[in-house]
């Protein structure tokens, strides 16, 4: 049997000593500073958009907030696809050839091509057909010229975000967390701000926003030239027909999982409008919304993950693989745990801050948090299959469930309305999840689990216990604030009492050392 294949994940940690087990820590050290940097900008970044879609959703009203929320979850749908996964590819490609400077260079090069291409594809038919949009879901005049601005959105996005993937790929992510993660949020809640404040219209807001991702382009451009020392080219010694081979062979598999992403992602958002109103669908992306900060753990970790386990699979260096898997799927869970608690809780509470309408969908705020725990439990096991050279198990998966939650939210909305969306998108999430666990065991015999992961939960019952007694015994944005903090403090005296991990310990030392030592 292949050696790579007979290390189990229950043991890898703390196997290797000396040289390798610094390496390993090392590692992790890196993931969690990205991770640390990512869940500021982050924090950050949830701040702004929490204010945007609060501005708009209550000094527009919920009718107003629907076009927008629509118009914005159509122009975030078609960006997962307009790059044809050159985003993935980056971060994938420029690891793996961090000592062939050429080859990196034209890789870089088809990513850009094939991302302005993409974008000025997708972008361009997002714009002629709004009208034809519009009349098949929100039959709102309005909505054509808000859905055209989103398009501009669209294109200049999908450019920035082969910035931000190259950032993430050289281990510079503090550019990506200052554009996409700081500045940009920031600028649309002025700009939004200013053209509310002066009596603006819906369109004036929407304008704003393609004033902000345009500025966030321009000044990441700047941080890319001045950087990074890699730049793209086609005219390279690297310019082989087995190297674009070996790109598309990657990136276009990965552009059918997006496609199939798209059909279990943010369909139920498109369905909602389809079949029911914009009321309806303001009601139902803010669960969603606020649903999506239990992701935020998971997409921490996930900004330097793929990197590092590109260059570990590529060294063969599978303890390390299978111990840095073992620790962030951890890390993910007991950082989510927390947060689930709290917005379980205290769902109404925090739905009101929308507004009265808003607190019609708690049932469906319960329901996207326990799909997202379960998506956080799991890791990053879709980017550890896509390292792994198995993206077309993740394109099949994508594919296999985003066709279910189509099938699933069409028959589940006639039936059951807001709760029967929620209802197909968050089974189909928790079952996807499942699948790639499985898939990673079975391709490469690697579970993240282990006796570790019971901590977390038994703080879980206990900060779930103290947010339910203030619950009982407060009201409003005070329960949130008191709950939140009661929380936080039964779940951390747990996890003291408990004791913390070795690894946890030693990167925690490695972190905050003097650069002397």
């Not at 040289?19 to 992790?28: F, I, M, N, P, W």
């Not at 088809?110 to 997708?122: E, F």
């Not at 700047?222 to 790109?247: A, C, K, M």
């Amino acid at each position: 049997m292949d050696p790579w294949n007979q290390i189990r994940p229950e043991t890898a940690i703390g196997m290797a000593d000396g040289g390798e087990d610094q390496s390993r820590v090392g590692s992790l050290a890196s993931i969690s500073r990205g991770a640390s940097l990512y869940t500021i900008g982050k924090v950050i970044s949830d701040v702004g958009e929490f204010l945007l879609h609060l501005l708009v959703s209550r000094l527009l009203g919920a009718a107003s907030y629907g076009l927008f929320a629509y118009g914005k979850t159509l122009a975030f749908t078609a960006l997962l696809v307009t790059n044809f996964g050159s985003d993935e590819s980056i971060l994938k490609h420029l690891p793996q050839y961090e000592n062939e400077p050429r080859k990196r260079r034209f890789m870089l090069g088809l990513a850009w091509v094939t991302s302005a291409g993409g974008g000025l594809i997708v972008s361009g038919a997002l714009f002629l057909l709004a009208p034809i949009v519009s009349d098949l879901t929100l039959s709102d005049p309005q909505f054509v010229s808000v859905l055209r601005l989103f398009a501009a959105v669209l294109f200049i996005d999908t450019l920035a975000g082969l910035l931000y993937s190259t950032f993430r790929a050289v281990q510079l992510v503090e550019y990506e967390v200052l554009t996409k993660r700081v500045l940009k949020p920031a600028l649309r809640v002025l700009g939004v701000g200013g053209v509310i404040a002066v009596g603006g219209s819906l369109y004036g807001v929407v304008t704003a926003m393609v004033v902000a991702s345009a500025v966030t382009f321009a000044v990441a451009v700047l941080y890319f030239i001045r950087r990074t020392e890699i730049r793209p080219t086609l005219r390279s010694p690297g310019n082989t027909r087995g190297t674009v081979r070996e790109y598309y062979g990657y990136s276009l598999p990965l552009t059918a999982k997006e496609a199939g992403t798209v059909m279990q992602g943010r369909v139920d958002v498109l369905m909602v409008g389809f079949l029911l109103s914009s009321t309806a669908v303001g009601v139902y992306n803010v669960s969603v919304l606020v649903a999506g900060v239990l992701y935020v753990p998971l997409l921490a970790v996930n900004r330097l993950f793929p990197p590092v386990a590109s260059r570990l699979y590529t060294e063969r260096r599978r303890a390390d693989l299978t111990a840095i898997y073992s620790v962030v799927t951890r890390w993910t869970l007991t950082a989510s745990l927390l947060i689930a608690v709290v917005v379980v809780v205290f769902r109404v509470e925090i739905l009101a801050l929308f507004g009265s309408e808003f607190t019609a969908g708690t049932v469906v705020l319960t329901l996207f948090v326990v799909s997202q725990l379960w998506n956080c439990a799991t890791g990053p096991s879709g980017y550890l299959l896509m390292m792994t050279d198995h993206q077309y198990v993740v394109m099949a998966t994508e594919w296999l469930f985003g066709v279910a939650n189509v099938v699933l939210n069409y028959v589940f909305i006639q039936a059951f309305g807001l709760v029967g969306a929620a209802l197909a998108s968050a089974g189909v999430l928790a079952a996807r999840n499942v699948t790639k666990i499985a898939a990673v065991w079975y391709f490469e015999r690697l579970h993240p689990y282990s006796s570790s992961f019971v901590k977390p939960l038994m703080a879980a019952v206990v900060a779930a216990a103290g947010a339910l007694v203030v619950e009982a015994t407060l009201s409003g944005v005070p329960a949130v604030a008191v709950g939140s903090v009661v929380a936080a403090g039964c779940y951390g005296i747990v996890l003291a009492v408990a004791g913390t991990e070795p690894v946890d310990r030693e990167v925690y030392r490695l972190l905050t050392a003097s650069p002397d030592e």
